[in-house]
Nanobody, 116 residues
Framework: QVQLVESGGGLVQPGGSLRLSCAAS????????MNWYRQAPGKERELVAT????????NYADSVKGRFTISRDNANNTVYLEMKSLKPEDTAVYYC?????????WGQGTQVTVSS
C-alpha cells in the first residue's frame, strides 16, 4: 500500500521556521522525483520545491527561493522541506508528492499557519 505521510506543520510567527517531513512507503522511493506543493484557501495548488530521484538537483518557486530547502534521505524514504523566514503568505496546506513516469502519489497534507 502506497503511503505518503506529512508531518511537522503548525502555527509559527512571521520570521519563524518549520521543518516538514514526508515519510514514504509502498513504492521504490529512491526512483521518484519528490515535490512539495501548497494550497492556500481560495487558491490553486502550487509547486513549491522539487528534488530529483538521486537528490542532486533541486528547484524552487520564486516565492520561496533562498528561504526554503528541500532534501531527501533515500535510506529512510523521507523527504524534507526546511522553511525559514516564514511569511503570512506562506500559510497553506503543504502536500508531499512523488512522481515516476506516469505514476503519481500524494500525501494528505499538513497545515502551516504563519501568524502573530
Amino acid at each position: 500500500q502506497v503511503q505518503l505521510v506529512e508531518s511537522g506543520g503548525g502555527l509559527v510567527q512571521p520570521g519563524g521556521s518549520l521543518r516538514l517531513s514526508c515519510a514514504a512507503s509502498g513504492f521504490t522511493f529512491s526512483m521518484y522525483t519528490m515535490n512539495w506543493y501548497r494550497q492556500a484557501p481560495g487558491k490553486e495548488r502550487e509547486l513549491v520545491a522539487t528534488i530529483i530521484s538521486r537528490g542532486g538537483s533541486t528547484n524552487y518557486a520564486d516565492s520561496v527561493k533562498g528561504r526554503f530547502t528541500i532534501s531527501r534521505d533515500n535510506a529512510n524514504n523521507t523527504v524534507y522541506l526546511e522553511m525559514k523566514s516564514l511569511k503570512p503568505e506562506d500559510t497553506a496546506v503543504y502536500y508531499c508528492n512523488g512522481v515516476f513516469r506516469t505514476l503519481k502519489y500524494w500525501g494528505q497534507g499538513t497545515q502551516v499557519t504563519v501568524s502573530s
